[in-house]
């Protein structure tokens, strides 16, 4: 079982907000890999998916996710279509004010010459209406070269104060 975590990279949005937050020369190392993310995006939405790609790839993703939602529970097939993989809904403009969703990224094997898969959890906040949100996404990409960049973008920018962390996870 992983057991040492390393930071191999951190990132917090400046002012403006940023289209893509980019991870790269990720170093082949470790065992797997894990994302700490605290995001939010600037659309005039209650809510917007946040995407994930490996290596610049545009082609070959998958996920499903099942979330809670609004007292209703959602489940969705490929929502990030054949060029990501979708990995949560964070809060946005229209969202409770200065609340940022809270997501983990987990990435195992991320070296290796097999296709790649991805896990993620998270939480939202909103307090209006359209309440929180919480859920599990289960994602892959065919890419079978060891992962050197993960791109983490959405439908507009990734706002101020938005954080996230790469670790590098080893085994004993």
């Not at 993960?150 to 938005?162: G, K, T």
Request: proline share 3%; charged share 15%; hydrophobic share 35%.
């Amino acid at each position: 079982m992983p057991n040492t975590f390393t930071l191999i990279a951190s990132s917090t949005v400046g002012s403006g907000g940023i289209a893509t937050v980019t991870f790269s020369s990720i170093p082949g190392t470790y065992t797997d890999l894990c994302l700490k993310l605290s995001f939010r995006d600037s659309s005039a939405n209650d809510r917007r998916i946040l995407f994930v790609r490996f290596n610049g790839g545009t082609s070959g993703y998958v996920d499903r996710s099942i979330r809670g939602y609004n007292g209703s529970v959602l489940s969705q097939t490929d929502n990030g279509g054949p060029n990501s993989v979708a990995v949560w809904d964070m809060p946005a403009a229209n969202a409770t004010a200065s609340t940022f969703s809270n997501i983990e990224i987990y990435i195992p094997n991320y070296a290796g010459s097999t296709n790649k898969s991805v896990s993620a959890d998270g939480v939202g906040e909103n307090n209006a209406a359209n309440g929180a949100i919480a859920g599990l996404t289960a994602g892959s990409s065919t890419l079978t070269s060891a992962i050197t960049s993960i791109d983490l973008f959405a439908s507009a920018n990734i706002v101020e104060h938005s954080t996230a962390y790469l670790y590098g996870i080893k085994k004993d």
